[in-house]
C-alpha cells in the first residue's frame, strides 16, 4: 500500500521519463556491443564508413544500424532503403532489415522524401531515443550509432542514453582543417566519458587505375599522426576508390560488391584492430524482455 501511495505522488511526467528509460534499459540490454561512428566536420564520408563497417560487421554476427543524423539522414540511400516502410507492431517499431542483414532505422524512412526536418534540439533528442527504445531490435551483436557531425545535441544525447556503449570510432580525412576537428571531437568524448574505440582515416590516397601510381589527393598519415600525438589506437586508412561513391549512389554497400579491392580489405582491417578493443560485455539480465 506504500508504494502504491509513493507512485501516486510521483507527477505524471516524471512517471512517463521513468518508464521511458526503462523501457531503453531493456532494449539496449539485449545488444552485446554499442559502437558510435562520429565525425568533428562533414564531408569526411563518415556515413559511408558507418555502413560498409555494419556490413563486415554482419558477417560475424546480427547487426543494427541507427541513423542519428535527424536532419540530414543518408543511410538509407546508402544501404538501397529509401523506398522501405517501417511497421508499427505492439510495443513500437520494427527496423527495415537490409543488406547482410543489417537492421535500419532513419528519421529518412519515417517522413516524406525531399521532407526538411526544422526541429530544435528537444525533438531532435526524443527522435533518437524513440529509434533506440521503440525500436524492436531483438538480441544483437552489435549496434552502430552513425552520428552527425559536430559535439552538439545529437551526439550529448547519445552519450546519456547510451551510457554503456563500448565507444566512438571518429571519422577524419588526412588534411589538415579536418584534423583540427578531430580533436574536437576526441574532447567532446573525454568530456563524457565516452571511450574513443579509434580514428579511421578515410580518402586516404588513390591509386590511379593506369599506372598504379598512390595519389594523396587529401593528403596521407594525418590521422595517424594525431591518433599517436593523442595516445589513440588508430585503426587504419581507407582509400579513395570511385566504385564507393557509385555504390553509394545505389543503395549498394561497397564492401558487398567488390569484396577483393584494396578498399574492402581496407574495412575489414578497421573492423579487426576496432573488434581488438573491445571489452566483454556484462552478462545479460533475465528478466522480461521488450
Same mark, same amino acid.
Not at 568533428?40 to 541507427?66: F, T, Y
Not at 551483436?141 to 551510457?163: H, K, R
Not at 579536418?178 to 588513390?206: Q, T, W, Y
Not at 591518433?227 to 564507393?244: N, Q
Given at each position: 500500500?506504500?508504494?502504491?501511495?509513493?507512485?501516486?505522488?510521483?507527477?505524471?511526467?516524471? #512517471? $512517463?521519463?521513468?518508464?521511458? @528509460? #526503462?523501457? #531503453? $534499459?531493456?532494449?539496449?540490454?539485449?545488444?552485446?556491443?554499442?559502437?558510435? /561512428? #562520429?565525425?568533428?566536420?562533414?564531408?569526411?564520408?563518415?556515413?559511408?564508413?558507418?555502413?560498409?563497417?555494419?556490413?563486415?560487421?554482419?558477417?560475424?554476427?546480427?547487426?543494427? !544500424? /541507427?541513423?542519428?543524423?535527424?536532419?540530414?539522414?543518408?543511410?538509407? +540511400?546508402?544501404?538501397?532503403?529509401?523506398?522501405?516502410?517501417?511497421?508499427?507492431?505492439?510495443?513500437?517499431?520494427?527496423?527495415?532489415?537490409?543488406?547482410?542483414?543489417? +537492421?535500419?532505422?532513419?528519421?529518412?524512412?519515417? *517522413?516524406?522524401?525531399?521532407?526538411?526536418?526544422?526541429? @530544435?534540439?528537444?525533438?531532435?533528442? +526524443?527522435?533518437?531515443?524513440?529509434?533506440?527504445?521503440?525500436?524492436?531490435?531483438?538480441?544483437?551483436?552489435?549496434?552502430?550509432?552513425?552520428?552527425?557531425?559536430?559535439?552538439?545535441?545529437?551526439? !550529448?544525447?547519445?552519450?546519456?542514453? *547510451?551510457?554503456?556503449?563500448?565507444? $566512438?570510432?571518429?571519422?577524419?580525412?588526412?588534411?589538415?582543417?579536418?584534423?583540427?576537428?578531430?580533436?574536437?571531437? *576526441?574532447?567532446?568524448?573525454?568530456?563524457?566519458? !565516452?571511450?574513443?574505440?579509434?580514428?579511421?582515416?578515410?580518402?586516404?590516397?588513390?591509386?590511379?587505375?593506369?599506372?598504379?601510381?598512390?595519389?594523396?589527393?587529401?593528403?596521407?598519415? =594525418? &590521422?595517424?599522426?594525431?591518433?599517436?600525438?593523442?595516445?589513440?589506437?588508430?585503426?587504419?586508412?581507407?582509400?579513395?576508390?570511385? @566504385? *564507393?561513391?557509385? %555504390? %553509394?549512389? $545505389? =543503395?549498394?554497400?561497397?564492401?558487398?560488391?567488390?569484396?577483393?579491392?584494396? &578498399?574492402? +580489405?581496407?574495412? @575489414?582491417?578497421?573492423? &579487426?584492430? !576496432?573488434?581488438?578493443?573491445?571489452?566483454?560485455?556484462?552478462?545479460?539480465?533475465? =528478466?522480461?524482455?521488450?
Amino acid at each position: 500500500m506504500a508504494e502504491e501511495i509513493e507512485t501516486a505522488q510521483i507527477p505524471p511526467h516524471i #512517471m $512517463a521519463a521513468m518508464r521511458e @528509460r #526503462m523501457k #531503453m $534499459a531493456q532494449r539496449m540490454s539485449r545488444i552485446k556491443h554499442k559502437l558510435v /561512428v #562520429m565525425s568533428g566536420k562533414g564531408g569526411v564520408g563518415k556515413s559511408s564508413v558507418a555502413a560498409n563497417l555494419a556490413c563486415v560487421l554482419a558477417e560475424e554476427g546480427r547487426v543494427g !544500424l /541507427v541513423d542519428a543524423d535527424v536532419t540530414g539522414p543518408d543511410i538509407p +540511400k546508402l544501404m538501397g532503403l529509401e523506398d522501405a516502410e517501417v511497421k508499427p507492431t505492439e510495443t513500437g517499431m520494427e527496423p527495415t532489415t537490409g543488406p547482410a542483414g543489417v +537492421k535500419v532505422i532513419s528519421m529518412a524512412q519515417l *517522413i516524406a522524401r525531399d521532407t526538411a526536418v526544422v526541429w @530544435r534540439g528537444p525533438l531532435k533528442i +526524443k527522435a533518437i531515443k524513440q529509434m533506440l527504445s521503440d525500436v524492436e531490435w531483438g538480441d544483437l551483436d552489435y549496434l552502430v550509432v552513425d552520428l552527425p557531425p559536430g559535439t552538439s545535441d545529437e551526439p !550529448l544525447s547519445i552519450a546519456q542514453d *547510451i551510457p554503456d556503449a563500448d565507444g $566512438a570510432v571518429v571519422v577524419a580525412t588526412p588534411q589538415e582543417i579536418a584534423l583540427l576537428d578531430v580533436r574536437k571531437s *576526441i574532447s567532446f568524448a573525454k568530456a563524457v566519458n !565516452l571511450r574513443i574505440l579509434g580514428i579511421v582515416e578515410n580518402m586516404s590516397g588513390l591509386v590511379c587505375p593506369h599506372c598504379g601510381t598512390t595519389i594523396d589527393v587529401f593528403k596521407s598519415g =594525418g &590521422a595517424e599522426a594525431v591518433a599517436k600525438e593523442l595516445g589513440i589506437p588508430f585503426l587504419g586508412r581507407i582509400p579513395l576508390d570511385p @566504385r *564507393i561513391v557509385v %555504390g %553509394g549512389d $545505389a =543503395g549498394r554497400p561497397f564492401v558487398l560488391e567488390h569484396p577483393d579491392s584494396e &578498399a574492402s +580489405k581496407a574495412f @575489414r582491417g578497421v573492423v &579487426a584492430a !576496432l573488434k581488438a578493443q573491445l571489452r566483454e560485455p556484462a552478462p545479460r539480465p533475465t =528478466g522480461p524482455r521488450a
